[in-house]
């Protein structure tokens, strides 16, 4: 008996897809109007064939809803084939006599139940309900499961990054899951890597109808089942014709893609799809990570050898300076000394700048001692004060040609300590030139020796921009330290170059070095002086009202 459909106000609403295929067309209608009263959307289809297109072009559908009786096709055979376009979807056979044979083969078609005319509207609406139901639970939980296993995978993947190695990893998560008998990962090149196609096992060869499965995944975006003719593939001269191509995507690009190839039932299990989908986008990421990864070791790699030939450069040429320079000082200084009138003031002027490139070679030197870990310490007991007050003489002359006022402020009682004196005035002595070069003519620097116990030191640093020898605050310190103070009124330093100044060769402004000279070493073996020591050395800097640079080791 077919009873009509009730009204939709007086049933629950429902959402899902329903495809009908039925040759009879007053069931197909019957059925039809029933399920969309309830809230279904449905389409029909008069044949196995219409029912199959309509599958392929108009797809996915949640259910379908099958007669067992259809000319062509069969509704078994009509279920077992929509099983293998979508394993997902939920099917009801409806028959007009059910026997066991029939349930035994609806079971191995994978019908997830049946109707037995004649029904009514409720009977109808049960069975869909119950078996969209059933195909909601199995979903869920083989997202679980999926879930559960892409996590463990996920882990495993992301925690490589060689390429080759992250590869083959993939290709085993994925047929662990989705079983198949070869794996491929087609992997886009970059600008330190080739593109690349890996296989597992390693005999497997793909064919130029997996490339072009691949190709179709790609373009698609999404998972794409294969039967193909041709080979896909060759596993020991067996050709494998079905598969699964998955695309790999990474930050919106596609960067590979994944094809599995093997027996059809295997790929096609339920769930396989899905979890295959959310690890290529695991895979993408890791993969795209490993090729940044490389990218970056190739630069590292590049950037160490460009560092060991400036080294090199660096400890050749100032080698090899050396002994020319010598000789062009000593006869300038001859000259100097045995002429007079102009000839004087030109011996004068090549003694000037032959210093001048002595002062350069030896700061070379230094970095090359300090590169090679040459640079070592003689310490000796020693008076703070007078030390600085042998920096600060040496450059008074420098300082008065520039009409400068260079003064100092040192303590009524000597600070003792032990200390390199050569290295000690080498790190007072720059600090002070320094000053010197950056004061405007007619501009004060002064020169102060003081006490600090921790707390102000760390707070004083606090204020100060960043800069490498800043990390020895971190670990223990020492109670009380002497500080070197130069304070100028010069040009200053803008606040976001302050934490660069102490790097090698690194200049504040192009203008500044072209007016004022120097290879931006000086800061640099500053700072590597006063580390060697134990010490700290940082600026404090206003742009246009001055600079103090402040040098400080630790009391015993």
């Known amino acids: 008996m077919i009873q009509e459909p009730l009204a939709p106000s007086s049933v629950t609403a429902n959402?899902?897809?329903?495809?009908?295929?039925?040759?009879?067309?007053?069931m197909s209608s019957?059925?039809?109007?029933?399920?969309?009263?309830?809230?279904?959307?449905?389409?029909?289809?008069?044949?196995?064939?219409?029912?199959?297109?309509?599958?392929?072009?108009?797809?996915?559908?949640?259910?379908?809803?099958?007669?067992?009786?259809?000319?062509g096709r069969s509704g078994l055979e009509l279920a077992q084939i929509a099983r293998e376009i979508d394993p997902a979807i939920a099917v009801v056979i409806m028959t007009g006599h059910s026997t066991v044979d029939t349930l035994h083969a609806s079971v191995r078609r994978g019908v997830a139940d049946y109707l037995t005319k004649p029904f009514e509207?409720?009977?109808?609406?049960?069975?869909?309900?119950?078996?969209?139901?059933?195909?909601?639970?199995?979903?869920?939980?083989?997202?679980?499961?999926?879930?559960?296993?892409?996590?463990?995978s996920s882990e495993a993947i992301n925690a490589i990054l060689d390429r080759n190695q992250l590869a083959r990893e993939i290709i085993a998560h994925a047929r662990a899951h989705a079983p198949g008998e070869a794996g491929f990962l087609f992997v886009a090149g970059s600008d330190h890597l080739p593109p690349r196609v890996f296989a597992e096992p390693a005999g497997a060869a793909i064919q130029p109808a997996g490339r072009e499965a691949v190709a179709q995944s790609i373009r698609a975006g999404r998972p794409l089942p294969v039967a193909s003719a041709g080979p896909l593939a060759l596993l020991e001269a067996r050709p494998l014709t079905y598969g699964?191509?998955?695309?790999?995507?990474?930050?919106?690009?596609?960067?590979?893609?994944?094809?599995?190839c093997g027996a059809e039932d295997a790929l096609?299990?339920?769930?396989?799809?899905?979890?295959?989908?959310?690890l290529a986008n695991q895979a993408g990421n890791a993969l795209h990570n490993a090729q940044l990864y490389s990218q970056l070791d190739a630069a590292y790699n590049s950037l160490r050898e460009l560092d060991r030939l400036k080294s090199e450069f660096i400890a050749i040429a100032s080698h090899e300076l050396r002994s020319p320079l010598s000789i062009v000082l000593g006869y300038a200084r001859m000259v100097h000394d045995r002429s007079s009138g102009d000839l004087r003031e030109y011996a004068q002027r090549l003694l000037t700048g032959a210093e001048?490139?002595?002062?350069?070679?030896?700061?070379?030197?230094?970095?090359?001692?300090?590169?090679?870990?040459?640079?070592?310490?003689?310490?000796?007991?020693?008076?703070?004060?007078?030390?600085?007050?042998?920096?600060?003489?040496?450059?008074i002359p420098a300082a008065q040609q520039k009409g400068q006022d260079l003064s100092t402020n040192l303590p009524p009682e000597p600070v003792i300590l032990d200390v390199d004196r050569e290295k000690f005035l080498l790190v007072t002595g720059n600090l002070?030139?320094?000053?010197?070069?950056?004061?405007?003519?007619?501009?004060?620097?002064?020169?102060?020796?003081?006490?600090?116990?921790?707390?102000?030191?760390?707070?004083?640093?606090?204020?100060?921009?960043?800069?490498?020898?800043m990390r020895r605050l971190a670990g223990a310190a020492p109670a009380h330290w002497a500080l070197v103070r130069?304070?100028?009124?010069?040009?200053?330093?803008?606040?976001?170059?302050?934490?660069?100044i102490f790097e090698r060769f690194y200049q504040v402004a192009s203008s500044l070095t072209r007016e004022q000279g120097g290879t931006g070493l000086g800061l640099a073996i500053v700072c590597d002086l006063a580390a060697l020591q134990g010490g700290l050395v940082w600026v404090e800097s206003e742009e246009g009202r001055g600079s103090i640079f402040s040098f400080a080791l630790p009391l015993p």
Not at 244 to 260: E, F, T
Not at 487 to 498: A, C, F, M, N, S
């Open 15 to 26: 959402s899902g897809r329903v495809l009908i295929a039925d040759d009879d067309a007053t």
């Open 30 to 71: 019957f059925c039809a109007r029933a399920l969309s009263a309830t809230g279904y959307t449905v389409v029909t289809a008069a044949e196995a064939e219409a029912a199959i297109t309509t599958l392929q072009t108009q797809g996915p559908f949640d259910l379908l809803l099958a007669d067992i009786r259809m000319p």
């Open 121 to 152: 509207v409720e009977e109808l609406r049960l069975v869909v309900e119950q078996a969209l139901h059933k195909r909601s639970l199995l979903q869920e939980s083989l997202r679980v499961r999926a879930l559960e296993e892409l996590l463990r």
């Open 244 to 260: 699964l191509a998955v695309p790999l995507r990474a930050h919106g690009a596609a960067i590979g893609a994944l094809l599995l």
């Open 268 to 278: 096609n299990a339920p769930g396989a799809s899905e979890f295959l989908a959310l």
């Open 356 to 395: 001048r490139i002595k002062a350069i070679v030896n700061d070379l030197l230094h970095l090359r001692d300090f590169d090679r870990k040459q640079t070592t310490l003689t310490l000796e007991r020693s008076a703070l004060d007078a030390l600085v007050r042998q920096a600060v003489e040496r450059l």
């Open 432 to 469: 002070i030139e320094n000053a010197i070069k950056f004061t405007p003519p007619g501009g004060r620097i002064h020169v102060e020796v003081v006490c600090w116990p921790h707390e102000r030191l760390a707070a004083e640093i606090a204020r100060a921009v960043a800069n490498p020898t």
């Open 486 to 500: 130069v304070k100028d009124t010069g040009i200053g330093i803008p606040r976001e170059q302050q934490g660069r």
